[in-house]
Each structure stands twice: as C-alpha cells, then as structure tokens.
C-alpha cells in the first residue's frame, strides 16, 4: 500500500485536490478530441476505438479520457513501462514519440493497437509522459484487418514493432514510416491515424505545461501523487464494505477457430483485508487459435468490473490498481506464452473474462450485477481492392448487442458494453468510403432474456459487398450458449452470421472464421441480446404491451413468457392477466 503519510496527507487541499483532477482528467480528454477530430480513418474519426492517458515522470497512470476504451485502461500502463524499460526517460529529448504495438512481454492486447508514448518537459524538465492507444485498420499479417482465425502464431497477425523512436526533437523518421507502410494493406490510413496520434500527444504536452505555469510545478506534481492516493482511499473504503470470502464462477468460450472445442474461464473472486483478489488458475490452457490473452488485457477486465461495481465514479489511475491482485497462471488462456496467437482475445475473450467476473461478484453484491450482455464485440474485417478507387480497403467494425438487465432497469439495446464503448458507424459513412451496401439495420425480436426487467436487444445488420474476392473475418460469440439471465430472469437469444450468396443459397458461419466471398454476396450479422433478470411473471404489463407494439416480442410471448394477455387492439385484459399469473403460483 503506497498511501501517503499522515504528514503529507494533512497537506492536501480537498478543494484543489478537486481542482487538479478535474484539470488533469480534461487534458487527457482533450488529447482524445484532438486523435478523434484529425484522425484518419472511420474505425478512430467515427468510431472512436482509442484511449488517450496523462502519466508520472516516475510512470504511474493519473488519468484516463472518458471517452476512452475500457479494456485500454489496464493495457496502458504496462504498455508505457515497456517502451520506458527499452528507451530509457533520461535519453528523451522534447519532441520525441516512442511507438510501439506489440502484447510481448507487456504492451497492448493485440497488434493493431498502435501506441504512442511522448515525455513532457517544462522548463527543461522532465514531468511525466503522454501516452495514447487506436486501433489501426491493418497492420498486415494473413488478411485484412490483422485479426485473422486460422492462425497459430503471432508471426501469422501482423507487424510487431517493438519499442523504437518514431519521431526526434519533432521530426518524423520517415525511413521507419516507410518501413511500416510497405507492411500493412492501408498506408495512407495508417499514417493519417499515426500523425493524428502524435498531435494528441502534443496537444498533452500544451496542456500539461499550461496548467504548471498557472499553478506550478511542484503544485502540479504534488497532486498527481494525490489524486492516486485518493483514488486508493475510496477504493479501501469500498471493498470495506464487502463481505468477507471467496466465490467461484466459470464461462466459457466457443471454439478458437481452429477447433470447436468449448475453452473454460474459471475465476475465484476473494475479498479479504483491504484487498481483492481475482484467480485464474483454473481456466484453460492457451489455445492454439488467436483467443489467448497476455496479463495487462486479464487485469484490464478486472480493474474495470471493480470500479464499475464498487465506485463508477472512481477516478482510474494506478492508485485505483493498488489494492487490486489479478493471478494467472502461464500458459494458460489468460496468460499465453510467446509466440502463441492473440489477435481476437480483445474482442472475444476480454468479454468471456468480465461475464466469469460479474458472475462471482453476482454472489457478493447480487443488486449491482447485471444479466450478462451479449458477451461479444462482434467484430467484422471486411478487405480486398476497391473498384471504386483501385487501392486495397478494409472495413473494421465491432457491432453491439443487447446489455443485460440491471437489477432495477431494463438493459440497453443495440449498443456495446463492457470492455468497449465504442460507436457505430454511420450508413453514410460505410456506403461513401466502402464498397459495400447496407440492406437493413435494425434491432432483433425476441432476442432479449426475459425477466421482471428484461435485457436489452440485439442488432443486426445486412449488407451487400461489392468487391471482388473479398476476405471477411468474423470474430465473435455466444453463437450457442445465450448470455446468462439472474435471479429467474431468462438467457438471450445468441447471434448468428449467414452469408446469402449471390445465387440464393445460404451459408451459417461460424462465430470465428476468415473465409472469402464474391461481388454481389450478402451478409447478415446477428448479435445476441442481453440476459433477463427477475421472474418474467413480475414484469409490468404496460411494459410488455409497448414491446408488442414495437414488434419487438409478439403477442404469443407476452402470453406465454410474461403472463400478459393482450386484446386484438393490443390492449391490457388486466383481469385475464391478473387470474393467468395467480394460476401460474
């Protein structure tokens, strides 16, 4: 525990501490409008699949943009201390970026995570680091999009570029850029997304040398160190609260792509004296596909479970992690040795990960978990040469599902959850930059788990490609097993790919594959719906009428799932109804 000594915490203003954190929290935020506003590509200037954080010069987190991603708040970290262990800070200069992309040792949870590290200086010293994290479209390896199924090894994902200076005293290395360039599919994205990176790292830098003139150096740094201990302050407090034990849960996943064997997650949640403890000992071994996960991605789901359950509105930095221990065992799935495959873990096991959590933390705190949501991101890389223009373009996006039910609320529908946040992207945009046209787009009937509050619905989306030979891969789940409903709330519905071919024929895909499809050729993708929670019986009758009406259930379902009988207007037969439930007990 590194809280400071009661001597120095006497220092702390609480009105400044409140003044710091706010001031800090915006730079990290303003360095994420900066990537978004002048980024390149659809995946970041759209769908805002980045993260943007301040840190020490001594390399502790003190904060994280908002609007960033979830899973890059446990990567970031170790991801900088990496790039520092191979680039000493004593050998930076002002203008210099570090980049790097690659999940070994420690570093982002797969390649297309490119991220870029710049020290700040203020008045020729040193005073902590800027640091952000966007997924690029490609960065080469076996198909568009670097997140291939049918691969074994890293080697197979793409372009692993260690820790190496991309820019000195502000100048781009451009034999390094050509370097990279010549390996991915995307050069004209990858290095408009690059830039934009580093101009959000300036913007950091601006900013933190702003708020030191106005307040001071010495002000500036002595409320980094605060704000982490007081964000480990309210952490103790919480997990005070808890009972006292251990509780067990086990997930699982739906094959690796290689094999269709189920892979277990298993996780022992124990709370003891000012600590939690999340062990994964008993999960499975590393698969051979790319479903495995290095430890920064494991702690990621761990620290974001906690702070969503124990205190939303908990500032994440390293003082959160302080009192948090994630044990995994090497060589198993959530801790994969060197050079087994990792490309999809992000967007499928990350998931798997957080429903094992929240199905412990459902026996420790049964009012705050959720149903579990649809348990995917649901990713689609779709890549091959655009007629349009001549030039190779791949299409990134991960499609969201329905969010499980909460214990006072239904779930949210449509939308992504957990270990991302990120946005869909606009028809418009899709069918402007890509060769590729959208059908319908819409949510999905029946897909939400019943309950007293039922879980939000999934979505799906059909689309015609245009492109010849064109590499689709899909990386999802939950294609057989339906997030799980609590407290007699009903599993949802899973998700489903078909591929409707040009000739009328249908092809169900798996949840994990790269395959090849023609000009002219649909697909329909499915995402699962988010699980119920309560007996179904307990639901308002008003409520279940409305998804009538909406067509999001029928008539049938309302009778026979939640007791509700519906006269042909599709009112309320409040009387059949009441004498249907009482029978039913």
């Known amino acids: ?75 970031m970290l170790p991801t900088v201390q990496s790039a520092l262990r191979v680039i000493p800070p004593e ?29 700040a200086f203020y008045e020729g010293e040193l005073v902590g680091f800027l640091a952000n994290m966007a997924h690029h479209v490609d960065v080469g390896g076996f198909a568009p999009g670097s997140m291939p199924f049918g691969v074994w090894e890293h080697y197979q994902e793409g372009l692993q570029i260690p820790p190496v200076l991309i820019c000195r005293r502000d100048k781009l290395d451009e034999q390094m850029l050509r370097f990279i360039s010549k390996n991915v599919r995307t050069p004209v994205e990858f290095k408009g997304d690059l830039t ?10 601006q900013r933190l040398q702003a708020l030191m003139a106005k307040y001071g150096k010495d002000t500036v740094l002595f409320y980094m160190q605060a704000l982490m201990n007081y964000s480990e302050r309210r952490l103790l407090s919480a997990i005070k609260t808890l009972p006292r034990g251990s509780h067990s849960y086990t997930d699982f996943l739906e094959g690796d792509g290689l094999v269709p064997n189920r892979f277990k997650i298993g996780v022992t949640v124990t709370v003891e004296d000012g600590r939690i403890v999340a062990d994964f000992s008993d999960s499975d071994r590393q698969t051979l596909g790319p479903l495995n ?65 929240m199905g412990a933390f459902a026996q420790i705190l049964p009012d705050r978990v959720s149903g579990a949501c649809s348990g995917t991101m649901n990713l689609l890389n779709i890549g091959a040469r655009n007629p349009r223009t001549g030039l190779l373009y791949n299409y990134i996006e991960t499609y969201g599902g329905g969010q499980g039910a909460l214990a006072d609320r239904d779930g949210t529908s449509g939308v992504q959850n957990h270990m991302t946040n990120t ?90 594959v790269t395959c090849t499809v023609g000009a002219g050729d649909r697909l329909i993708s499915v995402t699962p719906g988010g699980g119920g929670q309560g007996d179904p019986y307990q639901r308002s009758p008003e409520l279940v009428r409305r998804d009538v009406v909406e067509e999001l259930i029928a008539p049938k379902t309302a009778l026979e799932v939640y007791g509700v009988v519906l006269r042909d207007d599709l009112t309320v037969d409040e009387e059949s109804t009441r004498r249907r439930r009482q029978h039913r007990r």
Request: aromatic residues 6%.
């Open 1 to 75: 525990m590194n809280l400071q000594t009661s001597e120095a915490t006497t220092r702390v203003d609480p009105i400044t501490l409140q003044v710091m954190t706010n001031a800090i929290y915006c730079i990290a935020d303003e360095m994420m409008a900066a990537l978004v506003r002048t980024s390149f590509s659809t995946n970041i200037k759209d769908r805002r699949d980045c993260s943007g954080a301040v840190f020490t010069r001594d390399c502790e987190l003190v904060a994280q943009g908002e609007i960033g991603t979830p899973l890059h708040l446990g990567v």
């Open 91 to 119: 050998s930076l200069e002002p203008g210099d970026d570090i980049i790097i992309n690659t999940p070994y040792p420690q570093g982002p949870g797969h390649l297309n995570d490119v991220s870029i590290v710049s020290p």
């Open 196 to 205: 934009a990176q580093i101009a959000a790292n300036n913007v950091g830098e």
């Open 293 to 357: 996960c290095r430890p920064p991605s494991t702690k990621a789901c761990v620290y974001y479970v906690v702070k969503t359950l124990l205190d939303p509105g908990l500032p994440p930095n390293s003082g959160f992690f302080r009192p948090i221990s994630v044990v995994t065992k090497p060589g198993t799935l959530l801790e994969v040795e060197y050079p087994g495959a990792c490309c999809n873990a992000n967007i499928v096991t990350t998931q798997r990960i957080v429903d094992a959590l």
């Open 423 to 512: 946005r869909n992207a606009p028809v418009e945009v899709i069918e402007s930059a890509y060769p590729l046209f959208i059908h319908r787009y819409g949510l999905v009937p029946e897909s939400a788990g019943a309950g007293r509050f039922r879980g939000g619905y999934g979505m799906f989306r059909e689309f015609e490609i245009h492109s010849e030979r064109t590499t689709v891969t899909l990386s999802s789940d939950r294609f057989e097993i339906g997030p799980w409903g609590l407290r007699q709330g009903l599993d949802a519905q899973p998700g489903s790919c078909t591929i409707v071919h040009r000739d009328g024929s249908r092809e169900k895909l798996p949840s994990k």
